[in-house]
């Protein structure tokens, strides 16, 4: 069959229409499916750099908290229209808030913490599983959400959440995927924040090292290092305040020795209010914590020798670690600053042992040796005060000899029986009594000395020649522990007593026996001629009294007295005929005279002891204006002693009967004395003596 042109026209019309039509679907479709690849082309690369931008923040200096903030903003964008969270898991299944974006933040204070760990998806995800919220939890008023795990080294430490608050929706699971790498970066972010704050810590833990063990390079007192440890300890620990509390080597009694933070708060209170703590470290050795307070020993060798106590609230168990590492140093620090002063304290006590020695070997003058004695006993074992009793063999008394420190009241007429008193066990025994306390003791005299606020006492024996010649008693304001040392210190001075008690005793005996020698060689002198008999006693008698008129030291009083027994001496080698010749000497007898101040002086100038006696008695027919014997000195050249007895012996001499004339009358004597100042006798001697002189006069008529 054939077809017609027009029909097959048509047809070829149709058919170059449909290629047309085709062909142009085919380009169109080719064209929306460009797009659509272009589009998600550049969704990829937006993400892209969502991840890359949150990526960098990790590595940059930002600090943590800021780079998860970002995350959470940036994870939204990919994810959109959802509330984006970070939690993170506390001890005791707490969770805390970290960051979020702002619907997150919202929804948090909507539903309260409180309420959202309760939920029971959180046991899934501490587990380590992602967690999908599929139908609305209205509890938590969630549609759908969720809830990526966040691990650290395989652990479990936080989640990070995506939840739709408003609608239902579904979650790609390439959107997911976009979450795991979010919660990988805050992985990253977590541990290098832990990272970060345990390098802060180790250097705020070196820092703090440092500034403890500097204080044992500092020249410091006990006391100072105390001082400058509580105020660094505070300082590193960030407490509010801290004290320091000591027990005394000597009373075992616990004190404040530094505190730091307080404004007003006294040092009773301190104690009274830390008193469970501080009891607790000493028994336990071990820190003790309470509410509000941790105490720490100081401690060396296992033995607790003080507390500090730091008022803290919350003290992690690694600042606990490094606090107790500081407070071992710190100890061994105020260890070694004790034994500093305690060897400066022994150096000192040395010291002042040689010291008294010194002085017992260089002065006789009992009293001072025993006020120096009863006082340094006293400073170094910190007593109130003291008394030194000295045994009377005769009466078995305790006569009380010094008392130091103490008032009158306590020690008015004590004199103790030996057989009736606590001291008597002292003597009988040899050994130191210690009365620790002194309130709840049979003490006899405990009552006046309890009023005068003494808790405790201690008696050493004074041991001569292995007998209790005395005793010393040291009185203390608190009850009184005593050390092996402290024994030691004071046996050490209660020997020393001991010598000085026997030294000035001895030479008391030799003083005596001295001066009996002195006096036998004058009534030797004496007995030569009876016109001269106890002319050397009344010279002396005159003589002393001029001394004391005049203040003189007891050692110028002592030779001042040996000269005036001894300034004759010299006429034992003078002829009889001379010294007992009735009638007037004549020339060359008196010349013979005058050599007896020199024979004298060179008869004593050979005996060590009579040396400076000798330098007197030479001089004392001197003449004040000049013109005397042997060498004619004047004024201020002739001794001063030797110009007292220059005035005395005239005196005596005019007023007693002479073979050739009869004694003048005192008010004769002394009208010579006057009328021959400043030419025979010195001014100033002769007015003391005129003076001495009415007085007894006056006395006699009164």
């Keep these: 069959m054939h077809l017609n042109v027009p029909v097959i026209d048509v047809l070829l019309f149709i058919s170059i229409l449909l290629l047309v039509l085709s062909i142009s679907w085919l380009f169109l479709k080719l064209k929306n ?6 589009g998600q082309v550049q969704n990829l690369f937006d993400q892209f750099k969502i991840i890359n931008r949150s990526s960098e923040l990790i590595t940059s200096s930002n600090a943590p908290k800021d780079i998860l903030n970002v995350i959470t903003i940036e994870a939204g964008k990919i994810i959109k229209n959802v509330a984006v969270g970070i939690f993170l898991f506390e001890k005791d299944d707490d969770i805390s808030v970290i960051t979020g974006n702002e619907d997150f933040i919202k929804w948090v204070k909507e539903v309260t913490l409180n309420t959202i760990k309760l939920q029971k998806f959180w046991e899934d995800t501490k587990a380590g599983k992602q ?21 650290i080294k395989g652990k479990v430490t936080g989640a990070l959440l995506f939840l739709s608050l408003e609608d239902p929706r579904l979650f790609l699971e390439a959107e997911k995927k976009y979450m795991k790498i979010f919660a990988s970066q805050i992985s990253i972010v977590i541990e290098n924040k832990k990272l970060i704050d345990q390098e802060k810590a180790y250097k705020e833990e070196l820092l703090g090292i440092n500034a403890i063990t500097e204080i044992g390079l500092l020249s410091l007192t006990t006391e100072e290092v105390l001082e400058v440890l509580i ?8 407490s509010e305040s801290a004290v320091i509390f000591m027990k005394s080597a ?16 006294r040092e009773s209170n301190l104690l009274k209010e830390n008193q469970e703590v501080v009891d607790n470290v000493f028994t336990s050795g071990k820190f003790v914590r309470i509410t509000g307070r941790i105490g720490f020993p100081l401690k060396t060798n296992n033995e607790v020798f003080g507390c500090i106590v730091v008022y803290k609230d919350n003290i992690t168990e690694r600042e606990l ?10 100890s061994i620090i105020v260890e070694r600053a004790k034994m500093n002063e305690n060897t400066a304290t022994i150096i000192n006590e040395l010291s002042a042992i040689s010291y008294i020695g010194n002085v017992i070997l260089s002065t006789l003058k009992l009293d001072d040796v025993l006020n120096l004695i009863s006082k340094s006993v006293c400073e170094m ?3 109130k005060g003291s008394t030194l009793r000295l045994l009377n063999e005769k009466t078995q008394e305790l006569e009380l000899c010094i008392s130091y420190g103490l008032s009158s009241k306590c020690m008015d007429g004590q004199h103790l029986k030996v057989f009736t008193t606590s001291e008597g066990e002292v003597v009988e025994t040899h050994q130191i ?56 210190l004071m046996l050490i001075f209660t020997s020393h007593t001991a010598i000085a008690i026997e030294n000035t005793r001895l030479f008391k005996n030799w003083k005596e026996m001295y001066l009996n020698v002195i006096k036998s060689f004058a009534t030797a002198l004496d007995e030569k001629d009876n016109y001269t008999k106890g002319h050397s006693e009344e010279v002396l008698r005159y003589a002393t009294d001029i001394a004391l008129e005049m203040g003189l030291k007891e050692n110028e009083m002592e030779l001042l007295q040996y000269s005036a027994i001894l300034h004759d001496i010299g006429k034992i080698a003078i002829s009889d005929n001379i010294l007992k010749k009735p009638e007037k000497l004549t020339k060359e007898e008196y010349e013979v005279i005058k050599k007896h101040p020199v024979i004298g002086s060179n008869i004593l100038a050979n005996i060590e002891e009579f040396k400076d006696v000798a330098k007197i008695i030479a001089h004392h027919h001197e003449m004040y204006g000049g013109g005397g014997y042997p060498d004619g000195l004047k004024k201020e ?66």
């Design 381 to 383: 074992m910190d007593a």
């Design 131 to 151: 967690v999908e919220i599929k139908s609305p939890a209205n509890v938590i008023l969630v549609k759908t959400g969720v809830i990526i795990p966040v691990l």
């Design 33 to 38: 499916e460009s797009s659509s690849l272009l």
């Design 231 to 238: 105020n660094r300890f505070v300082s590193i620990s960030k």
């Design 321 to 330: 670690s490094h606090y107790s590492n500081l407070i071992e140093k710190a």
């Design 433 to 488: 009594m210690v009365i620790e306390d002194l309130e709840n003791s049979k003490y006899e005299m405990s009552t006046p000395l309890i009023a005068e606020g003494i808790k405790s006492l201690v008696c050493i024996p004074l041991l001569a020649k292995n007998k209790v010649i005395g005793i010393l008693t040291l009185f203390f304001r608190h009850k009184r522990e005593f050390s092996g040392n402290d024994r030691k």
């Design 250 to 265: 000597r009373t075992n009694e616990c004190a404040v020795k530094a505190v730091c933070g307080f404004k007003i708060k």
């Design 637 to 702: 050249d002739i001794p001063i002693l030797s110009r007292i007895i220059t005035v005395v012996d005239s005196f005596e001499a005019m007023t007693s009967d002479r073979p050739y004339r009869k004694a003048m009358s005192h008010e004769k004597a002394i009208r010579e004395l006057e009328g021959n100042k400043y030419t025979q006798f010195d001014p100033s001697i002769v007015d003391v003596f005129v003076k001495i002189m009415t007085k007894r006069k006056n006395d006699k008529s009164n």
